[in-house]
């Protein structure tokens, strides 16, 4: 059994509007260590606006998002990343036109100390930070099984391999916070269980907390700790997949309700 | 076979300069997205720049000594460039994050204007001219082969070797390093770039400083064998083709592009010129543009766009 630890992302009363429309309305929840944290809910709900607040694409009007103890206001994606947080698209965000390999080496970036000049140069030292991150990503491509297209331009191959790859980008910045926004949205069964496996494979031997935002209901309850319901920018549940899955609130969100 | 092979090896090194300035293009457009209209202006910003200083250097140091002077202006335009980079960042890239290609553009348009204007307010708008001691004299080649052997200019010939140099290097640059893949990964995906922690405004103040040092490199050469004067932006029409031709992605495409439609250039002028009536120089590259374009939209290197429907 695995433990959870600690609360390491703690959001407080985000609220966010786009001009009149409310996107998010005083949402509050919490993200223990090595927890995989769901938050589903029916299309429009806010779930993906709730990531781009985690992850700073959007600045709530109101409330906080705490990570590690740490609050962050106006901050941008690029310095949440440098936090340690990482993220996967729901339409993939991909670098189509470079291969697998040069997809998988951009999330080593924030790694890479050898400035400008050193690489252009070519020379000495950032030769060999170029090699030892190689051998990074290519445990990552070990990991992802995703060995035989190392050199194919991503654009190219099939949906389920690219979402694969999103993941691999992402856990190369080696995050202690895993966002992923609907890894599974658009996939076979087939593809959603190997997805699955490699979610729960992260979880369990990298230790790396994950926040994850599906559709699939019984994916989500398979393979979640604790579930945040969210129904029109509101939260309407919070808690393990059994209690959710019977509060009223979310069959009527999910089901309706004969009146 | 002497005749063809002069006009061959007079267009090839023709086509290493196209290339030099379709280079910047694609620099640009590689790391951003963007067609940067501006490139032109910057050949001609940057070469008035160094045509200047060369001029000032002397007169207010009393410096002496062609190299050194040389070597100092040119430094002092690349350090002007970089700050004109710095400044397209901060004004203007940096508020259109996210914006589609087109708005984008338009804001390079802009950026265009405002070059030839401010250049041509702080350094003069009078024709200048910029003396690196490229030497002015043709020498001639395989005369032992053929009568009169095969003339060569030396002016070109450095010329086009710089541009090789240049090109080689650049290419090299983006395909291996950590920083040539983040300006890649930057021109695929703002928004995912940002996720993984790449700093846009860094990579592009990097992308359009090295644009901004294509682009002196060009109007050195440039300036050097035509002069430095307002008609230089207009080189970048020249280039306009080649980019197109090459495919707007690919460093190499520059390459082939520049020196296919250099030596077709030409070729065309002296062996089509004749029976046409001349004047093929000016509309080749165009028409070449058009028939590729029917063939291959993406241009010969470029890369090709599949979607999913």
């Not at chain 2, 951003?32 to 032109?40: E, H, K, L, R």
């Amino acid at each position: 059994m695995k433990k959870i630890g600690g609360v390491v992302l703690d959001v407080k009363n985000i609220s966010l509007a786009f001009g009149g429309v409310k996107a998010l309305t005083d949402i509050s929840f919490d993200v223990r260590e090595h927890e995989i944290r769901a938050i589903i809910g029916p299309n429009g709900a806010g779930k993906s606006s709730m990531l781009n607040c985690i992850n700073g694409v959007y600045q709530p009007q109101q409330g906080s998002v705490t990570l590690r103890g740490k609050t962050y206001r106006g901050m941008s994606p690029r310095q949440v990343a440098e936090m340690g947080v990482a993220r996967t698209f729901q339409n993939l965000a991909l670098f189509k036109g470079m291969s697998v390999l040069d997809n998988i080496m951009t999330g080593r970036n924030l790694r890479m100390r050898r400035g400008l000049f050193w690489q252009a140069l070519h020379l000495g030292p950032a030769r060999r930070e170029e090699t030892e991150q190689r051998a990074h990503a290519e445990r990552i491509i070990d990991f992802l099984e995703i060995q035989a297209h190392r050199k194919t331009p991503v654009g190219r191959l099939p949906y389920g391999l690219q979402k694969r790859v999103d993941l691999g980008r992402a856990l190369a910045m080696e995050p202690s916070l895993l966002l992923l926004d609907e890894p599974m949205a658009g996939m076979n069964v087939e593809e959603k269980q190997d997805m699955c496996r490699f979610i729960l494979d992260v979880n369990d031997e990298f230790g790396t907390t994950i926040v994850l935002i599906e559709h699939d209901m019984g994916v989500v309850m398979d393979i979640s700790d604790r579930v945040v319901v969210l129904d029109y920018g509101r939260k309407i549940g919070d808690g393990a997949p059994d209690e959710v899955r019977s509060s009223e609130d979310v069959v009527r969100a999910y089901l309706g309700v004969s009146q | 076979m002497g005749p063809f092979l002069e006009t061959l090896i007079g267009g090839l090194m023709s086509g290493m300069l196209y290339s030099l300035i379709a280079l910047g293009f694609v620099l640009i457009f590689k790391a951003s997205g963007v067609f940067n209209f501006a490139q032109g202006a910057m050949v001609l910003f940057a070469a008035l720049a160094m045509a200047r200083f060369a001029e000032w250097l002397p007169a207010l140091t009393g410096l002496d000594g062609k190299l050194v002077v040389n070597a100092l202006a040119f430094v002092g335009a690349l350090a002007v460039m970089v700050v004109v980079a710095w400044l397209v960042e901060r004004l203007a890239l940096s508020r259109l994050v996210n914006q589609e290609g087109i708005t984008l553009l338009m804001a390079t348009l802009g950026i265009a204007y405002l070059l030839e204007g401010a250049g041509q307010m702080l350094f003069g708008n009078d024709i200048y001219k910029i003396d690196i001691g490229l030497p002015k004299d043709p020498m001639f080649l395989f005369e032992q082969t053929f009568e009169g052997g095969v003339l060569v200019s030396k002016e070109d010939l450095y010329a086009a070797l710089i541009a090789a140099a240049l090109v080689a290097g650049l290419s090299l640059f983006f395909q291996k390093t950590a920083i040539g893949r983040a300006l890649r990964a930057v021109a695929d995906d703002h928004q995912a770039a940002q996720s993984i922690g790449i700093p846009l405004s860094r990579i592009w103040v990097i992308v359009w400083s090295v644009a901004g040092f294509v682009a002196l490199v060009a109007g050195m050469i440039w300036g050097s064998k035509l002069g430095v004067q307002f008609s230089l932006s207009l080189v970048a029409l020249k280039a306009l083709p080649v980019v197109i031709l090459g495919g707007l992605t690919s460093v190499p495409g520059a390459i082939v592009g520049g020196l296919l439609i250099g030596v077709g250039e030409k070729l065309s002028e002296a062996y089509l010129g004749p029976a046409l009536g001349g004047g093929i120089e000016y509309w080749f590259g165009y028409v070449l543009v058009l028939v590729v374009l029917l063939v291959r939209p993406q241009g010969l290197f470029g890369e090709k766009i599949i979607d999913r429907v």
